[in-house]
């Protein structure tokens, strides 16, 4: 079965510096990814997906994503950072059994100081 | 706004009581899929439905139900509710589901249901 690992379940940076947000996967087959975004009390938006089409992927607001394979890796970054992003953030892999169910990692809160 | 509605937003109760929460999907949408989020569990997938009829089940306890109906709106119904039930629950919707292609999943804002 599918699954992704998040490392750091807590990410603070300053306004203005680089995000970097870790998500490495475990799939048996090429694995769609996605990283969504929660802002408080609000439900997860998609930020970007990967589908083989190309390893870099850009996202919403700024973000994008690049799928290493050799590193089973889909690490999320941000060249600089806003206060505006400070949301918890998910990785997820799509795992066919007999349907596109999402399996999540446990989330990335990210803080940014001012 | 993703385009997917769930009633209500908030839902408190007591152990033992029975709840139904409710799912509209997207526009066009033919897919509705339930997770769980819980601070101990995180993001569970529960279960998924596509144009009526159910594609797959997750971690959904046997006191969890759910349909969805020939307008496409989706419930899930929780029963003989647990303090751990205490939990957010998100449905989202895709246009198909396909094993050759990946359709974006779109959520709703979610349902926090207490079970006090």
């Known amino acids: 079965a599918q699954s992704v690992t998040q490392l750091g379940s807590h990410v603070s940076v300053s306004e203005g510096a680089l995000v970097l947000l870790r998500c490495n996967y475990s799939?048996?087959?090429?694995?769609?990814l996605f990283w969504y975004v929660q802002y408080p009390n609000q439900g997860l938006q998609l930020l970007l997906k990967y589908t083989s089409a190309a390893t870099l992927v850009k996202g919403i607001n700024g973000f994008e994503a690049e799928f290493k394979k050799s590193e089973t890796s889909f690490h999320l970054t941000k060249p600089s950072a806003h206060m505006s992003d400070a949301a918890e953030y998910f990785c997820a892999v799509s795992d066919w059994q007999g349907a596109q169910k999402l399996v999540f990692g446990q989330g990335t809160r990210l803080t940014i100081n001012p | 706004d993703s385009g997917v509605t769930q009633t209500p937003k908030h839902l408190i109760t007591a152990t033992g009581q029975r709840v139904t929460l409710r799912c509209s999907p997207r526009?066009?949408?033919?897919?509705v899929y339930w997770y769980q989020q819980s601070l101990d569990q995180g993001l569970q997938f529960l279960i998924q439905?596509?144009?009526?009829?159910?594609?797959a089940k997750g971690n959904i306890l046997e006191r969890f139900s759910a349909q969805q109906f020939p307008d496409l709106h989706s419930e899930l119904n929780l029963s003989s509710l647990e303090l751990g039930d205490s939990a957010l629950y998100f449905c989202?919707?895709?246009?198909?589901?396909?094993?050759?292609?990946?359709?974006?999943?779109?959520f709703g804002p979610g349902t926090r249901l207490t079970v006090l």
């Open positions: 799939s048996s087959v090429p694995p769609y």
């Open positions: 989202a919707s895709s246009l198909r589901t396909s094993r050759a292609y990946t359709d974006t999943q779109y």
């Open positions: 526009s066009g949408d033919l897919s």
């Open positions: 439905y596509y144009n009526g009829e159910e594609r």
